[in-house]
């Protein structure tokens, strides 16, 4: 229950994704106009903004000019009702489901923006910062420091990195690598290295497909794969940490 609760909470929020990620790199507010089409302005009617079902009724299209609507929009609510759902199937306590729900929150919209745009705002990476504190701080106060010091470490991090190859990665992805940090607490280890591998192989396959020279030389942006990253950690970041842990350390 617990879950298919999480999963309609879900796919609600992801609608509301598909306007942050749209309005917010534009500079326009996520709360006021309510939703309208891009094409001729009308807006989108209560029934037709039900999450997924409504795209699929419409068969994809506007229903005052028949613009076609972009499967993005489903897909994303799709996909978030089902990582909202999974972290509750996850996590054990309360803490554990509202962090990692949280951080799926901010990751959709980073991911899409990086895409898009090639920013992550800092309006998205502010409010991760100020929701995982809140949520950390109340609801598991004790794991609160060594969140504080994974956000730290891993901004640091990719600080470093950022100043070796500025080409490589800019300020958003060292934000948000912090943010990460207080959501994940020592999980966000593997979530980097897991971000910065992903990010090693398409650059590999983007080398291979069009040269060495014009490759090095295409634009790839690092936020979607500490997206990843950090939704792979959701699910088995503290499980690879404890093996890690277990195994080489002693």
Excluded at 101 to 108: C, E, G, P, R, S
Excluded at 160 to 175: E, I, R, S, T
Aim: aromatic share 6%.
């Amino acid at each position: 229950m617990q879950a298919a609760l999480a999963g309609v909470f879900g796919a609600v929020f992801g609608s509301f994704l598909n306007v942050v990620a749209h309005r917010l790199p534009r500079h326009e507010s996520v709360v006021k106009p309510r939703s309208r089409c891009p094409a001729c302005g009308a807006q989108i009617r209560p029934y037709d903004n039900v999450p997924v079902l409504s795209w699929l009724l419409l068969r994809g299209h506007c229903r005052d000019c028949g613009t076609r609507i972009s499967p993005r929009y489903p897909l994303v609510e799709a996909a978030t009702a089902l990582l909202c759902a999974g972290a509750v199937l996850s996590h054990g306590t309360a803490a554990g489901i509202a962090l990692s729900v949280a951080l799926i929150l901010v990751l959709v919209p980073a991911a899409l923006i990086d895409l898009e745009h090639r920013i992550i705002p800092n309006r998205l990476t502010g409010a991760g910062a100020l929701l995982a504190l809140a949520l950390g701080s109340a609801l598991d106060p004790a794991g609160e420091p060594t969140r504080l010091i994974a956000g730290a470490a891993a901004g640091g991090f990719l600080l470093l990195a950022a100043l070796a190859y500025p080409g490589g990665m800019g300020m958003g992805d060292v934000k948000l690598a912090g943010v990460m940090g207080l959501f994940l607490g020592t999980a966000v280890a593997p979530a980097l290295l897991i971000a910065l591998l992903a990010g090693v192989l398409v650059g590999a396959a983007i080398i291979a497909r069009k040269g060495a020279h014009a490759g090095r030389k295409t634009a790839v942006p690092f936020g979607p794969f500490l997206a990843l990253g950090g939704i792979i950690a959701v699910f088995a970041g503290q499980p690879i940490v404890s093996w890690y842990a277990n195994h080489f350390i002693h």
